[in-house]
Nanobody
């Protein structure tokens, strides 16, 4: 079983940047497809980005395409989400998730989740 811990959230002004990290322990991260999701108050958890085991397949939600970049460093057992040109509507708790086999945007098909990190974007 893999344990995931997110970090890097915080308060930033609109137009600013943040980089989130998701550190894995317990198992080698290279065994897992990884995804980032977010959940704003009163809303369902939504897909942000995903990356396959080797990093050759990457996908983004339309709402973040061109602004966010997902990457992974399997040697460091860490996945990143670089967020640029942040908007107030990006405010949410951001979660990383791991899947043994599934690559896609359905949160129900991810096996392991971190505790989340809060991102707040002020206007």
């Amino acid at each position: 079983q893999v344990q995931l811990v997110e970090s890097g959230g915080g308060l930033v002004q609109a137009g600013g940047s943040l980089r989130l990290s998701c550190a894995a322990s317990g198992r080698t991260l290279s065994n897992y497809v990884m995804g980032w999701f977010r959940q704003a108050p009163g809303k369902e958890r939504e897909y942000v980005a995903g990356i396959n085991r080797g990093g050759s397949y990457i996908g983004y939600a339309d709402s973040v395409k061109g602004r966010f970049t997902i990457s992974r460093d399997n040697a460091k057992n860490t996945v990143y989400l670089q967020m640029n040109t942040l908007k107030p509507e990006d405010t949410a708790v951001y979660y990383c998730a791991a899947s043994l086999t599934y690559y896609g945007d359905d949160p129900k098909k991810y096996n392991y989740w971190g505790q989340g990190t809060q991102v707040t974007v002020s206007s």
